[in-house]
């Protein structure tokens, strides 16, 4: 028994994250998503057959990601989306397009004289102070109801904080699973 079919998950969900990444509309984005999706829990069932015949072993060793996988925000959120979009018809992804945010030294009072903008930009400002944040149109997760329970998009992963994005949700989660095959094949497959 070796870990070829895992890898082989690795690699198209590696794929599918760079499909997102290069897609041009929503849709093939959303579905480069659904596959990446998939290929990670694919990976995580085909390392459990792949190590079949040293379960005494695997199984204990195996428990530490288990937990993982229950408690953190993150890993729990991409199981239950890949649950939920295989088991019922919900969205599991938004398009938020980007934009900007003026946040204002004194919120209780502003005083602005003149503000232009053309082409979303703005060329003239006399005013108050004023710090202009852009953001940049992006894929989200949103809440979805999987087995009678709500998921939010996570906040944290491993104690880190991390943004409401489908890339980063994605590269975070490869990193894990290629993080947990690699540990894998070490244990169990190296001589």
Known sequence: MSLIAANKELVRAKKALNNMRNSK??????????????????????????????????????????????????LKYLKQARDADNHSIQEIAEYSPGGWRAKHENPQKTYIEK???????????????????????????????????????PTVHLSNSIPNNTIV??????????????????????K
């Not at 082409?119 to 989200?140: H, K, L, M, N, W």
């Not at 949700?169 to 190296?190: H, N």
Request: proline share 3%; hydrophobic share 35%; aromatic share 16%.
């Open 115 to 153: 503000m232009v903008i053309r082409g979303g930009r703005i060329e003239e400002y006399q005013g108050d102070p004023i710090t202009i944040t852009a953001f940049s149109a992006t894929v989200v997760g949103i809440r979805f109801k999987n087995s009678g329970d709500w998921y939010n998009p």
């Open 25 to 74: 509309s929503f849709d093939v984005f959303e579905e480069e998503w659904r596959l990446l999706l998939d290929c990670l829990e694919k990976l995580w069932t085909r390392v459990e057959r792949g190590c079949q015949t040293q379960k005494n072993n695997f199984q204990p060793w195996q428990g530490k990601f288990i937990g993982l996988r229950k408690k953190d925000m993150l």
């Open 169 to 190: 949700f994605s590269e975070l989660g490869i990193k894990f699973y290629e993080d947990y095959l690699r540990q894998a094949e070490e244990k169990f497959f190296k």
